[in-house]
């Protein structure tokens, strides 16, 4: 999605450390502000039509779709960056896998609020794993380096300290979000947070259509009346 489409607004592409670009020249970041305009809580119940699309993706992961998900394209181009990065896929699944798996542990997969299922809806989609900052909390242009020795995880006084050498999604202040894991404490939504920054990674593979498409989906989502 290259043009703002119904308020929406395009991503942006986010910096590379220059020594990751170095190494990992295929990675890409983009992200995309959004404003919400959805009346309901961020981590309250969804509304029904997301609820609906839960309900309707849960249908779609059946049994060899779901076993078969670690070979779709997608998919697979994660699984191959997380062993470039040191990563075991088979023990630290790739988010979409994770996802997959829950849903047929429990027979469907489970709400975790309306922000949660609206970015859980769009990586089923795509298979491109979408993440969210409150936006309040960015300084700057979003971008990939990497973590130097006892950096702290965000801003607030509880962050947990990181070793040298993790990638991280930082802002100019400091790190944000470990890449494909956790968002550092504070700098998550809240319920009635109302500007956020959306995010992806793109990996050698994954067309950027695919990681424009599922920041586009879950914007659009949080926009709708």
Excluded: C, K
Aim: charged content about 25%; overall charge negative; hydrophobic content about 45%.
């Amino acid at each position: 999605m290259n043009d703002e489409t119904e308020g929406v607004r395009a991503p942006q592409e986010g910096w590379l450390a220059p020594e990751v670009e170095r190494e990992l020249g295929s990675l890409r970041l983009l992200y995309a502000d959004v404003s919400v305009t959805r009346q309901s809580s961020l981590t309250g119940d969804s509304p029904a039509d997301v609820q609906q699309r839960l309900r309707a993706q849960s249908s779609r992961f059946r049994g060899a779709r779901a076993v078969a998900i670690r070979r779709e394209p997608i998919t697979a181009a994660y699984r191959v960056f997380y062993r470039q990065i040191g990563l075991d896929p088979d023990v630290q699944r790739t988010p979409v896998e994770e996802a997959v798996l829950e849903r047929m542990l429990r027979g469907a997969f489970p709400s975790g609020g309306m922000l949660a299922d609206v970015l859980l809806i769009a990586m089923l989609d795509t298979s491109v794993p979408v993440w969210a900052l409150d936006s309040q909390g960015v300084h700057g242009r979003l971008g990939i380096r990497a973590s130097v020795e006892a950096e702290a995880l965000g801003r607030s006084a509880d962050a947990p300290v990181l070793p040298a050498g993790s990638l991280v999604v930082a802002d100019d202040s400091g790190a944000l979000a470990v890449l494909f894991g956790e968002i550092a404490p504070g700098h998550e939504p809240r319920g009635r947070s109302r500007e956020l920054t959306l995010f992806a990674a793109q990996v050698a593979g994954v067309p950027s259509l695919y990681v424009e498409e599922a920041l586009w989906s879950a914007s659009a989502a949080l926009q709708s009346s």
